[in-house]
């Protein structure tokens, strides 16, 4: 039945790829089987609605369970700048009305995204977000940014940056 109602979405909607992530989403929680997700990924990414779908999607994240972030992070794959970006929009415009502070969500996708390949394509997005961590006040979320950056610049696929 899902495979059904996924290949009858043929132009994007982000009201039908949020009901089948949130059907996915409730499978993947209920009974850990990811094949629900893949296919609303691949659906997303058919419909070349992946950005769209990312910046919507994450309006709301801190209400999104860690697997529904965890769908984010994988939906993404390879294109981090995308969520990097939409996460910096939205903490600048959170740092505007409440001062410098880091949600819990944007704190676990950002510990679960690849930030080096935001390193290896020289994103704006990366630069212009540990500009804005910088502002955050506790010197524990200081040394987590830090530590963040070190990650992102350390691994191995990394390797190849030129200091």
Known sequence: YFSEVTNSIVTPSYAELLYLSD????VFEKLNKK?????????????????????KYLENA???????????????GSDVNIVVQTLVNQLTELFKVQGPSLPASCKYLLDNLDLCVC?????SGYYQLFGLLRDLP???NLRWSFDLMIQSTKKGAC???KA
């Open 23 to 26: 059907e996915a989403c409730f």
């Open 35 to 55: 094949d629900y997700i893949e296919l609303t990924n691949d659906k997303i990414q058919e419909l070349n609605f992946k950005q769209q779908f990312i910046d």
């Open 62 to 76: 801190d209400r999104l369970s860690t697997k529904k972030l965890d769908m984010v992070v994988e939906l993404a």
């Open 119 to 123: 390193v290896k394509s020289g994103a």
């Open 138 to 140: 506790s010197c524990e």
């Open 159 to 161: 390797s190849d940056l």
